[in-house]
Nanobody
Framework: QVQVVESGGGLVQAGGSLRLSCAAS????????MGWFRQAPGKEREFVAR????????YYADSVKGRFTISRDNAKNTVYLQMNSLKPEDTAVYYC???????????????????WGQGTQVTVSA
């Protein structure tokens, strides 16, 4: 079992920045990837970014590339999402998730992640 807890959401003006944190606990050794997803009202949950727990290799959705940075601190079992140049269309509930087991493909689909946090709201005003 892996538990993940997000924090750091809030209200920010367009062009501003926020940093989200995701603390993992439990069977940390079983984690291959940590991912960030988001879900806006009336829309499907979409992939934002992911990071390899062991190597730190990252991958981003095109919509956030160059603006968001995912990173990890293995000593703290924490993953971060630094969000810069925020836009109103970034408004959503942001979720952190842990992928375990044999990874297949790009690991960008919600169904590939086993453990999820409760989400944190990010609102970007125009």
């Amino acid at each position: 079992q892996v538990q993940v807890v997000e924090s750091g959401g809030g209200l920010v003006q367009a062009g501003g920045s926020l940093r989200l944190s995701c603390a993992a606990s439990g069977s940390i050794f079983s984690i291959n990837y940590m991912g960030w997803f988001r879900q806006a009202p009336g829309k499907e949950r979409e992939f934002v970014a992911r990071i390899s727990w062991s190597s730190g290799l990252t991958y981003y959705a095109d919509s956030v590339k160059g603006r968001f940075t995912i990173s990890r601190d293995n000593a703290k079992n924490t993953v971060y999402l630094q969000m810069n140049s925020l836009k109103p269309e970034d408004t959503a509930v942001y979720y952190c998730a842990a992928q375990i087991g044999v990874p297949l493909g790009l690991i960008t689909r919600p169904g590939e992640y086993r453990y999820w946090g409760q989400g944190t709201q990010v609102t970007v005003s125009a």
